[in-house]
């Protein structure tokens, strides 16, 4: 992990805190083009703290997808070292972004709480289940991109458009409870939003009807992370060690 924070951020400026301030620049600007364009509330909740709870968490997602590919490329010469396994050119990405992702949700939510635009968390352990499956998710999902991004290369001009596509099925700009039952059956099928919807209840508690089945997350993720062992497994024995 140290390697890859030295290798990404140097030692220059701020270092390794650009982790934080990143997904604090997303959230920020994208927060402040929405409250000039909806105001300052929306269904009665602060603009502001609607996008800092949804833009945060996508932020791990499209980050630790994009860190994902050629991942083992890259880092391919550490495999000299029988300590070092595959999984952990995955494991230690993942963790970087994790950690960055968390340190900006505690930072955002301290400010926005001073500014009266995020209440006190409702139900604290309710938002860090919701936020751990949600991040377990997104692992699942690195686990399968790093081996699929060695098999081809084509798969890299990909990856930005389909974090993208994304977004609709992310929970990230609506509650679920603000859809029509069709759409909110439909959406229930993805473990991103199962998993926002766990941590907005979590913060705004009775403020926000928030529908979600732990289950969903955790049976896709298994299932992915069982596919994306197996996967790293094969593209092991194919790797070259210089």
Not at 51 to 68: C, D, E, K, M
């Amino acid at each position: 992990m140290i390697r890859e924070l030295v290798t990404r951020f140097g030692r220059e400026n701020i270092g390794f805190l650009w982790i934080m301030v990143e997904p604090l620049l997303f959230a920020g600007l994208v927060g402040l083009m929405w409250r000039l364009g909806k105001g300052p509330q929306d269904h009665g909740i602060s603009v502001i703290g609607f996008v800092a709870s949804g833009y945060i968490p996508i932020t791990l997602f499209r980050h630790g997808v994009g860190r994902s590919v050629a991942a083992f490329t890259v880092n391919g010469s550490l495999l000299y070292h029988r300590q070092i396994k595959v999984l952990d050119f995955i494991l230690a990405r993942f963790a970087i972004e994790i950690l960055g992702c968390m340190m900006a949700y505690l930072f955002a939510a301290i400010v926005l709480i001073s500014f009266g635009e995020l209440p006190v968390p409702a139900n604290i352990g309710l938002f860090i289940a919701g936020w751990a499956l949600y991040s377990l998710f997104c692992f699942a999902i690195c686990l399968i991109i790093a081996p699929l991004s060695e098999m081809s290369e084509v798969l890299e001009k990909f990856i930005p458009v389909v974090t993208y596509i994304m977004i609709p099925i992310s929970g990230l700009p609506y509650m679920v409870s603000w859809m029509t039952p069709g759409v909110r059956e439909f959406l229930l099928w993805s473990p991103f939003v199962n998993g926002m919807e766990m941590m907005r209840e979590g913060i705004w508690g009775n403020q926000v009807t928030a529908y979600y089945n732990i289950w969903n997350p955790i049976g896709f993720s298994v299932i992915l992370i069982l596919i994306g062992l197996t996967l790293c497994r094969r593209v092991r024995r194919t790797l070259t060690v210089e």
